[in-house]
């Protein structure tokens, strides 16, 4: 009966995807009535797999016969995943580009991708986390190219899902590599036989090697980012959103779990390798920035960075460099959303990603503006923002755990990425504007904003609470 207790969210998520798809199969017509009905079933779905999720303190442990794992780590991860879909749900309803566009299979590809993302966060078997990811990455591919009417839609859909598929075949490659060597594909199995696997070290870098490459894609690190820029461009806004968010934080949640469990025990090259990877996430993704015209693809290459600080607490370890991982994701979970629900404002006003659209935001809309700034100083990393103190946090981690040449580093790249995020603030404030255009925000959009902009703010200033919560979410078993 527990395990059927800790399915049920992937149940009603599940269930209300499948009533997504017999609407949308059964509706004829674009009448809003249906529109509306798929909104509804969406929120209500996922407000369902929300409330069903079982408290860490009430249950921790493995279920579906040790496939699964219910821990603090998959607990977090999929409150995480939860409201990153109903914020994209609510900022894709008046989202101009899907006037035409029938929504409840939308939808339902949303929730679909969810059950995939918090069945990555809980495995606990290579399996298990292989399946997982298939079952994110093909709706995933479906919503990146969604607008079949646009090229570039095209075109990213079918760079995510080339790029998707040769990361699943290193996955496939990695994975029969370790059983190879252990026998054994479960990873509470892996963690007490790290004997085997130091026998055969040259082997078990490779194969730990090539599962970094699969979990490398899904976060987006240097050199697997290839994907982004164009998938995030040619998706709509909202999706770009999602992808910013969502595939990435469920790749370093079971980095995470991997790392937890095997990575103490094994050669220091692979955490050197991780090194390199963080700081060539970081640089390259931060230059490439500063040059950057389109705010979706500034905002690509940013997420890109920031994935590379979130692998610098992966790195450290311990319960600070868990914890640090736990408090960036989360805040940036809502600043990024943040800056999206913006973007998405300003798309559906003008029709226009381009950073000249932006130019006398802050006299046509102040209010607006001053809320992307709070979000852009925020991703930047400067007081007394949430960003600013989840980069602090992850800098501390890397420092206690020995790697100052990291920290150096990444405080580097906090300065390099404050350009381009103030390229955008010189525009909105010091440019005349170019066009008078002014849409009202719906009611979705003020609750996503007014959401994010609390959280952000509210976690820079007292922090306290979500750091306690974080400490007693990783002292339950992994």
Not at 139 to 159: D, H, M, N, Q, V
Not at 400 to 425: D, E, P, R
Request: positive net charge; hydrophobic residues 55%; glycine residues 10%.
């Amino acid at each position: 009966m527990t395990s059927y207790r800790l399915l049920l969210p992937i149940a009603f998520l599940s269930v209300f995807a499948f009533l997504l798809l017999a609407l949308d199969a059964a509706a004829e017509g674009l009448s809003s009535r249906i529109r509306k009905t798929g909104f509804w079933l969406a929120i209500i779905g996922i407000f369902c797999g929300g409330l069903t999720l079982v408290s860490p303190g009430d249950f921790s442990g493995f279920f579906g016969r040790g496939m699964l794992v219910w821990d603090g780590l998959a607990f977090f991860f999929s409150c995480v995943v939860l409201l990153t879909i109903l914020f994209v749900v609510l900022l894709s309803i008046r989202y101009q580009d899907f006037e035409n566009v029938r929504l409840s299979t939308y939808f339902a590809l949303l929730l679909l991708s969810g059950i995939g993302l918090i069945l990555v966060v809980s495995a606990n078997d290579f399996l298990m986390i292989f399946l997982s990811i298939e079952l994110v990455g093909i709706p995933s591919f479906i919503l990146a190219g969604y607008l079949r009417g646009r090229a570039k839609s095209s075109e990213g859909a079918i760079k995510f899902f080339l790029i998707g598929a040769f990361s699943s075949a290193m996955l496939a490659y990695g994975i029969s590599l370790i059983y190879g060597i252990t026998g054994t594909t479960s990873l509470a199995t892996l963690a007490g036989r790290v004997g085997e696997l130091k026998a055969m070290l040259p082997l078990s870098i490779l194969a730990m090697l090539f599962v970094l490459v699969s979990f490398g894609f899904k976060m987006a690190l240097v050199p697997f980012h290839m994907w982004v820029p164009d998938a995030f461009e040619g998706s709509p806004v909202p999706i770009a959103a999602f992808l910013s968010v969502a595939p990435k934080v469920a790749g370093a949640a079971i980095t995470l779990r991997v790392f937890g469990l095997i990575f103490p025990h094994a050669d220091p090259t692979i955490l050197t390798v991780l090194a390199f990877v963080a700081v060539l996430t970081m640089t390259i993704a931060n230059i490439i920035g500063l040059q950057q015209t389109n705010v979706v693809r500034l905002l690509a290459y940013s997420s890109i960075a920031h994935m590379g600080y979130t692998l610098m607490g992966i790195i450290s370890g311990g319960p600070l460099g868990t914890v640090s991982v736990y408090l960036y994701t989360w805040v940036y979970l809502f600043m990024n959303i943040g800056a999206f629900a913006v973007v998405v404002h300003i798309s559906n006003a003008v029709g226009s990603q381009d950073l000249d659209a932006y130019a006398g935001l802050a006299r046509r809309e102040p209010y607006l503006a001053g809320l992307l700034a709070l979000f852009l100083v925020s991703l930047a990393g400067i007081p007394p923002t949430a960003g600013f103190l989840a980069k602090f946090y992850v800098l501390s981690a890397a420092y206690q755990s020995g790697w100052i040449w990291l920290v150096i580093i990444g405080a580097v790249n906090t300065v390099i990425a404050v350009g381009y995020y103030f390229k955008i603030l010189y525009v909105v404030y010091f440019k005349p504007s170019t066009t008078p255009a002014v849409l009202e925000l719906g009611l979705s959009e003020r609750l996503t904003l007014a959401g994010t902009a609390v959280i952000t703010v509210v976690i820079g200033i007292a922090p306290q609470f979500f750091l306690n919560a974080a400490h007693a979410l990783i002292s339950g078993p992994k």
